[in-house]
Structure formats: C-alpha cells, structure tokens
C-alpha cells in the first residue's frame, strides 16, 4: 500500500509539473496579446474650452471649422454675455463636465503588438506591449481641430499617442495564464527588446 501510494504520489507529481510546463509553453504572443486584449482598455478623453478663442487664428478657426461641421454650437451667451459653445448635433462623444469645459471622448488605448515575453518564475511572466488608440468616430474626423484647442497638459494628441505598457501575467492553479496588471514604462518609439 505505502509502495502504490508513493507511485501515486509521484505520477501525480509529475503530471502536474508537465501540466504547468505545458502551460508555460502555451505563454507565446498570440496567447499573451489574447490576455490583455480581454482586459486591456484605456479610455482618453481630452477637455476644450467651451468659451471659442478669438485672439489666436488657429484655434479661432478650429472652433469656426468645428460649429459648420455641426460639433460645436456657439450660438449662445453666458451669464456674463461671453459666447459659450455647447455640443452640436453631431457631437455624440462631447459633453460639458462644468462650467467653461466640454469633454471629447477621443478613444480607448488597446493592445496592438507583444513585443517581448519575460517569464520572472514558473508562474508568471512580464511582457512588453504596445497601447494604439482606437479613436471615436467625431475624434477621428475632427482629430487636427481638437488637437489644437486641447487645455490639457500635456496636450489631447500627446496622451492619445501610442505607448509601451508592461504587462504581469500570472499562472493560477488550475493552470490558466490571466492578466494581473500593467504599468506605462516608455514612448512607443523605443520598446524593450525581444530576446533573440
């Protein structure tokens, strides 16, 4: 009995171990990308001005270009008799968050390419991805006007731009690789490179 339980014991061993290995082997990019893409979603929103600028040309002319295409509508005044823009009818990704602001919705960052697979122990690994926006349709036709009346710092286009996240994958016990969680760790012009 103590013969056939110690067998027992190390089948189940080592069956478990090729479980875990077999598991590990599975952990290539189409696997990691699948991971993130389940969870990964940054949403980028940017904040405009809602009072329509008529000192710089610029961006005097994006407010002009955004009210013909129907974005904007600046047909009104405020309390103090300033011209105040609010959504047109063709702004479905803007709103007014307050006073004096309105919101664009300019699209999620979402996982687009692996660069690279790191296993840190026997169960869980980094990886090195990048984040694309995949913008909203207003933001997408309107992209140069709302760049340049952006009021964030740093500007709408700049937190829109792709990036390099890093991933923590780990292998739970029934030996399924799930996403832990992720860090921004560099500009997407120059991404840790992959091991050869």
């Not at 984040?131 to 710092?153: C, E, G, M, W």
Request: charged residues 25%; glycine residues 6%.
């Amino acid at each position: 009995m103590t013969r056939s339980f110690g067998f027992l014991a190390v089948a189940g061993w080592c069956l478990s171990t090729a479980a875990v290995l077999d598991a590990q082997k599975a952990l290539d990019r189409p696997t990691a990308m699948q991971l993130l893409k389940d969870r990964v979603a940054e949403n980028v929103t940017g904040m405009i001005s809602a009072y329509p600028d008529s000192q710089n040309p610029e961006r005097a002319a994006a407010y002009r270009e955004l009210e013909k295409a129907g974005v904007l509508s600046c047909g009104t005044k405020d309390s103090a008799g300033k011209t105040v823009c609010v959504p047109g009818e063709n702004a479905s990704d803007l709103s007014s968050p307050g006073p004096g602001l309105l919101a664009i919705v300019a699209g999620d960052l979402v996982p687009t390419q692996v660069y690279a697979i790191e296993p840190t122990s026997e169960t869980s690994a980094e990886t090195d991805f990048r984040l694309s926006q995949r913008p909203t349709a207003v933001y997408q036709k309107h992209k140069a006007n709302f760049d340049r009346i952006s009021v964030d710092r740093p500007p709408l286009a700049e937190h829109a731009a792709d990036k390099i996240a890093r991933g923590y994958l780990k292998l739970y016990g029934d030996f399924v690789w799930r996403y832990t969680g992720m860090d921004h760790v560099r500009e997407a012009s120059a991404p840790r490179a992959a091991p050869k």
